[in-house]
């Protein structure tokens, strides 16, 4: 499975983006997550989309704010980032695996398959 992110960029605090990740391939047992990784940070989860469906997790710093949806006929997940904040600063990865409980989706190690990354850059 190939995976391609985009859609980073620069935006102003309170400022929205949307992130695609297009996947190659898929089955109905494929989950796809976003991580990011800001300057001199561990990767942290952000979200996840559990088998392609709509049971979807969040991590508490994006709850309410960010949206993670997929269009089946693209084969792509969509990360809708709204009230952006400084913080929200980092590189944003895609991750897909077809083999994952609901207890191991955090997991950024449990995943294969991952996108080549896109830059979020949020000014105050």
């Known amino acids: 499975v190939q995976l391609q992110a985009s859609g980073g960029g620069l935006v102003q605090t309170g400022g929205s983006l949307r992130l695609s990740c297009a996947a190659s391939?898929?089955?109905?047992?494929?989950?796809v997550a976003w991580f990011r990784q800001a300057p001199g940070k561990d990767r942290e989860f952000v979200a996840a989309?559990?088998?392609?469906?709509?049971?979807?997790y969040y991590a508490d710093s994006v709850k309410g704010r960010f949206a993670i949806s997929g269009d089946n006929a693209k084969n792509t997940v969509y990360l809708q980032m709204n009230s952006l904040k400084p913080e929200d600063t980092a590189i944003y990865y895609c991750a897909a695996d077809s083999s994952l409980i609901v207890s191991t989706i955090r997991l950024s190690e449990q995943y294969d398959y991952w996108g080549q990354g896109t830059l979020v850059t949020v000014s105050s």
């Open positions: 391939a898929r089955t109905s047992s494929t989950t």
């Open positions: 989309a559990f088998r392609w469906s709509s049971n979807t």
